[in-house]
């Protein structure tokens, strides 16, 4: 079991940029890949970008491919993911899952943090 603990949301500008961390808690982290998924205002929870448990295999969105870049420090059981060139319509609640890499996108465990509000203002 992992449970995970998101942060580093807020309110930047359009254009701006944000660096969203994960901590993770369980042994055994380094054996799942990760990922996150956000819920804009109104919409169904999305898949934004999955990283295997090497970091050898990363999936995108198309909505966020070339702005987003996701990490991971399997030493310090952390998910990182950097925003960059930040849209209004990127604004959401973002949440990191554990998981497995399918098809371009990640099945989650199951069982998600509280998640972190990213505002974006025009």
């Known amino acids: 079991q992992v449970q995970l603990v998101e942060s580093g949301g807020g309110l930047v500008q359009a254009g701006g940029s944000l660096r969203l961390s994960c901590a993770a808690s369980?042994?055994?982290?380094?054996?799942?890949?990760m990922g996150w998924f956000r819920q804009g205002p109104g919409k169904e929870r999305e898949f934004v970008a999955g990283i295997s448990w090497s970091g050898s295999i990363i999936y995108y969105s198309d909505s966020v491919k070339g702005r987003f870049t996701i990490s991971r420090d399997n030493a310090k059981k952390t998910v990182f993911l950097q925003m960059n060139s930040l849209k209004p319509e990127d604004t959401a609640v973002y949440y990191c899952?554990?998981?497995?890499?399918?098809?371009?996108?990640?099945?989650?465990?199951?069982?998600w943090g509280q998640g972190t509000q990213v505002t974006v203002s025009s």
């Open positions: 369980g042994r055994t982290f380094s054996s799942y890949a």
């Open positions: 899952a554990a998981g497995s890499l399918v098809v371009s996108t990640l099945r989650p465990l199951g069982g």
